[in-house]
């Protein structure tokens, strides 16, 4: 249950620009989730899902931000090796997830990105948009009769995430030390979960998958 999109400065921000109202009514989101590196085939063929292993993340941060619950899933993906074609196991993937009160967020997904650890996210609303930007391995940017040149992208999540990852673990000690509340609620694993399955299922059979009401925590869960 640790989602560290929610621990994230930036992914906060996101959040907090849609609560206050700054970009208005949401009605889409954008996200690329491009992995980097690229992982070994020995490790897609047996745990690579792209809809379990990469969606469930975003998922939440998209329930998150909209404050609101799926009722509908298309998901689709592709193969870019006959190996992995053979093993049924997709590479690249996309889904579109429509949420009870009209929005609609559409997920790119891939383990390609030979650039760097590729996150983006952008939320549309009637009154604006907020971006989630790539991060890069410094600021630098020289600029030559060649072009503009800045650094890579941070090479992978644990450099991407790692002030996201203290504070999640820093929110764990207190939560055991100082008896704080944990953030993540039950409910919120169990629908990220069954976004992930109808993902799974819709492009297994090419159709539209309905998700069911989301399960409600206990009375005093934490």
Not at 106 to 132: C, H, W
Not at 167 to 189: G, Q, R, S, Y
Not at 191 to 204: F, T, Y
Request: charged share 20%; aromatic share 10%; with cysteine.
């Amino acid at each position: 249950c640790g989602f560290q999109r929610r621990f994230d400065a930036s992914y906060i921000a996101a959040k907090e620009a849609i609560s206050n109202g700054s970009i208005g009514v949401p009605s889409m989101i954008r996200i690329m989730f491009a992995d980097h590196p690229v992982p070994p085939i020995e490790f897609l063929k047996t745990g690579g899902d792209p809809f379990m292993d990469l969606s469930p993340h975003d998922m939440d941060f998209a329930r998150w931000c909209l404050d609101d619950e799926p009722v509908e899933v298309y998901a689709t993906g592709s193969s870019s090796t006959f190996e992995l074609k053979e093993c049924g196991v997709y590479d690249n993937a996309t889904m579109l997830v429509k949420f009870k009160k009209g929005s609609v967020v559409t997920l790119n997904m891939s383990r390609g990105a030979t650039y760097g650890y590729d996150q983006r996210s952008e939320i549309f609303g009637d009154k604006g948009l907020v971006q989630v930007g790539n991060e890069l391995n410094n600021s630098t940017l020289v600029s030559d009769k060649n072009g503009f040149h800045s650094s890579c992208l941070k090479y992978s999540f644990p450099q991407r995430f790692k002030e996201a990852f203290e504070h999640e673990i820093n929110t764990f000690a207190n939560v055991i030390l100082n008896n704080e509340v944990w953030p993540i609620k039950m409910n919120d694993c169990v629908v990220a979960q069954q976004i992930a399955e109808a993902a799974q299922i819709s492009a297994a059979e090419g159709r539209v998958v309905h998700i069911a009401a989301p399960v409600t925590a206990p009375v005093g869960h934490r």
